[in-house]
């Protein structure tokens, strides 16, 4: 299941990815023969409204005639890469749908099929069930004593408090006076802003 999916990730995505930057490839190529085709226009409507002769329409118009010629080759080349993306994308897009629905009916298959050998390996033991144990008379009172007895940190801060050291009360006064010290200032700025 999981190469069906990676050969639909590696194979089929990369080659439309392929396919689309090829077409815009082609259709930069093709509106740049159209820009050009308008921009030497452009140039001979100026010209001619100037009533100044130019100089490669005197001499045949030849680049213009093959700007117009190679417009026209890119227009046949864009519009069949433009039929080409569309074709990919439309059979990426079944080959999408075929897939999942596919790919999801193989994995219902797959657990079904789990659940039937799990119920069909547990059928056979089912006499295991319940289990009996034989527990100690005084394991209830064991519980109840744990109950009573205090917790693991409770004990840690115990022992810390018993073995603390003259560096840590002269810490701890430290920070109790720059707490006192803050809640100050912010008094004070508190009565400023008002």
């Known amino acids: 299941m999981i190469s069906d999916l990676n050969t639909y990730l590696t194979k089929a995505i990369p080659d439309t990815k392929l396919t689309i930057q090829k077409y815009a490839d082609v259709k930069f190529e093709y509106l740049s023969y159209c820009l050009k085709v308008k921009e030497m226009d452009d140039e001979e409507y100026s010209f001619a409204s100037l009533q100044e002769p130019l100089y490669r329409v005197e001499t045949g118009n030849y680049e213009y005639r093959l700007i117009l010629r190679c417009r026209q080759l890119a227009r046949k080349k864009f519009a069949k890469c433009r039929q080409d993306v569309l074709v990919k994308l439309e059979l990426l897009d079944q080959k999408h749908v075929q897939d999942i629905v596919f790919q999801l009916h193989r994995f219902i298959t797959a657990m079904s099929k789990y659940h039937t050998d799990c119920y069909e390996s547990m059928k056979s033991i089912v006499n295991i069930f319940p289990i009996e144990v034989d527990l100690p008379a005084n394991i209830l ?42 809640t100050i200032d912010d008094k004070l700025i508190d009565i400023s802003t008002d």
């Open 141 to 182: 009172d064991c519980c109840k004593t744990n109950k009573e007895t205090k917790s693991g940190y409770e004990f840690h801060d115990e022992v810390k408090s018993d073995t603390e050291s003259e560096d840590d009360e002269e810490f701890n006064k430290f920070k109790s006076n720059n707490l006192l010290q803050e």
